[in-house]
C-alpha cells in the first residue's frame, strides 16, 4: 500500500457532504455580495509570492513548495491565493473588463508545515478580493461577508478580531519605536523575532515562543502610532461594524503573517479548535497590486480556512429519503424493464439505483436496505404482465402493486407514494 502524502488527505463520502454544504453556501453569499468567481492556476512562478507574499515572511522562507520543472523554470504550488488573484487582475486588466473587480476562489493551497488538527500541508481556502475602495465602508462589507458566512453556517462560539497597523505613512516611524523600545532585548528574543526585528519589526507580535512573550508585552501598540487617516479609517471601520450588529475586538496583537497588509487586519476565531483557532483571517493590502506590477490601486480581502470550518460546522442529520428508490428485477427476464424503469426514474430527475450481476431478490433488497433508499421497486413476475410494478416502502415494509405507467409520475413529484394497504 502506497499511503497518501504526510499532510495531505482524502476527503470521503461521510465527510465531503459538510464539504459541499461549505462550497454552496459560500458560492451562494458570495454571489449575493456581488463577488464573482476567478480560478487561477495551482501554479505560479516563484518569484510571485517572494515579491507578494513577502521575503520576510515564514511562508516563503520555510514552507513553499518550489520546484524546477523540466523547462529549468522555477515554479511553486500556490501557498496563498492574494498574489495569484492580484497577478491575474493586473494580467488581465480586470478593472476595465469587470463593472466592480470584486473576486472569489475556492481551492487548494500548499505549505510545508508541521501537521496537526486543523493544519495541513495541503488545505483548502475560500478567498475574496477587492479591488480600487479605499472607502473604510468596503472594510466592514469583506467582515460582514466573512462573519455572516461563519453564522449561515452554524458556527457558534466565534470571535471577531480586528487591529490597524497602519500604512507606509505612519508605519516606519511604528517600526523604529518597535526597535527603540525593544533596546537591549532583542538579544533576549527567540532567532525568528531577531531575524524579524531587522526585517520587519511589526511580525514580531506573531511569536508564539512562551518566554518572549514578557518583552512582546511591554511593545508600543500600532494604533498608537497611526497617522491622521489610518486613524479615522480604523474609526470608520469599527463605527460600521456596530452599525451592522457586529461584536467585535480589537487586539493589537493581530498583525498577520504576511507582508503586505496595511490598516485593517482581521480574524474570526472559533472557540472550539483548539491550538489552530484561526477559521479566517485578512486584511487591507493597499500596496500589493503596484508592488507586483500593477496600477496604484488598493485591495482588501481575506481567506478563510475550509478545512477548520468543516472541523467547527455542527453535524446536520441527514435529509430523510434522499438516497432515492432502488430498482429490483426478479428474474432475468425482467432486467430489461427493470433497466427501462430506471432509465425513466432518473431522467425525470429520481435519484434510482439497481444490482449488478445477477443477483436474486433476497440480495438485492439487502442492497436497498444498507442503500438506506425509500422504496424499492420490484420489476418482474404476473405484475409485469399486467402493466403494474410492486412498490414497497421501506419504513414500513407494505407494498402493494402499482401501474408501471404512474409510478414514475408519482416519484417524480417530489411526495413519498404512500403505499396501500394489501
Ligand atoms: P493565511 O493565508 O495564513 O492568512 O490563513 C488564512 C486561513 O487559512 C487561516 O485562518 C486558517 O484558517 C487557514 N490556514 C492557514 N494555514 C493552514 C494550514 N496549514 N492548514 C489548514 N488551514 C490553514
New binding site residues.
Given amino acids: 500500500m502506497i499511503p497518501a502524502v504526510r499532510g495531505t488527505r482524502d476527503i470521503l463520502p461521510g465527510e465531503v457532504e459538510k464539504w459541499q454544504r461549505l462550497e454552496r453556501v459560500s458560492r451562494d453569499l458570495c454571489e449575493r455580495y456581488g463577488y464573482l468567481e476567478v480560478r487561477t492556476p495551482i501554479i505560479e512562478r516563484e518569484e510571485l509570492f517572494a515579491k507578494g507574499t513577502g521575503e520576510a515572511t515564514d511562508i516563503v522562507q520555510k514552507e513553499m513548495y518550489s520546484f524546477v520543472d523540466k523547462g529549468g523554470d522555477r515554479v511553486t504550488l500556490r501557498p ?1 491565493a492574494t498574489p495569484s488573484i492580484v497577478r491575474a487582475f493586473i494580467e488581465h486588466s480586470l478593472e476595465q473588463t469587470l463593472a466592480f473587480p470584486k473576486l472569489y476562489s475556492i481551492g487548494p493551497m500548499f ?1 510545508y ?1 508541521r501537521p496537526q488538527k ?4 495541503q ?1 483548502h ?1 475560500l478567498d475574496v478580493e477587492v479591488f480600487g475602495v479605499k472607502d473604510p465602508a468596503i472594510d466592514a462589507e469583506v467582515i460582514d461577508l466573512a462573519f455572516t458566512l461563519v453564522r449561515e453556517l452554524g458556527i457558534g462560539d466565534v470571535e471577531l478580531v480586528i487591529n490597524s497597523v497602519g500604512d507606509h505613512v505612519c508605519r516606519p516611524a511604528f517600526d523604529k519605536a518597535l526597535v527603540e523600545a525593544l533596546g537591549q532585548n532583542v538579544s533576549k528574543l527567540c532567532s525568528d523575532c531577531q531575524r524579524r526585528a531587522q526585517t520587519n519589526p511589526l511580525r514580531i507580535f506573531d511569536c508564539k515562543v512562551p518566554a518572549d512573550q514578557p518583552i512582546i508585552d511591554a511593545l508600543p501598540h500600532s494604533v498608537d502610532y497611526l497617522c491622521a487617516e489610518c486613524r479615522e479609517h480604523f474609526e470608520a471601520v469599527q463605527r460600521h461594524l456596530t452599525a451592522a450588529g457586529m461584536p467585535f475586538r480589537v487586539s493589537h496583537r493581530l498583525v ?3 507582508d503586505y497588509y496595511t490598516r485593517t487586519t482581521f ?1 474570526i476565531l472559533g472557540a472550539s479548535l483548539g491550538a489552530q483557532n ?5 486584511g487591507r493590502y493597499d500596496g500589493l497590486v503596484k508592488q507586483l506590477g500593477g496600477p496604484d490601486r488598493v485591495g482588501i480581502g481575506f ?3 475550509l ?2 470550518m468543516v472541523l467547527a460546522m455542527p453535524d446536520q442529520p441527514p435529509e430523510r429519503g434522499t438516497n432515492g428508490v432502488f430498482v429490483a428485477a426478479v428474474g432475468d427476464d425482467a432486467r430489461d424493464a427493470a433497466i427501462a424503469l430506471l432509465a425513466d426514474l432518473r431522467r425525470s430527475g429520481v435519484r434510482a439505483q439497481m444490482e449488478f450481476g445477477a443477483r436474486g431478490v433476497k440480495a438485492q433488497m439487502k442492497r436497498a436496505d444498507r442503500l438506506g433508499v425509500t422504496h424499492a421497486i420490484i420489476v418482474g413476475g404476473d405484475e409485469l404482465s399486467r402493466g403494474e410494478v410492486t412498490v414497497k416502502d421501506m419504513t414500513t415494509g407494505d407494498q402493494a402493486a402499482v401501474p408501471r405507467s404512474q409510478i414514475v409520475k408519482f416519484l417524480a413529484s417530489g411526495l413519498r407514494p404512500q403505499v396501500p394497504q394489501p
Fill in positions: 496563498e505549505r508545515e486543523g493544519r495541513y500541508r488545505f481556502q498577520r503573517g504576511l480574524e484561526a477559521l479566517l483571517g485578512g481567506a478563510v480556512g478545512d477548520r
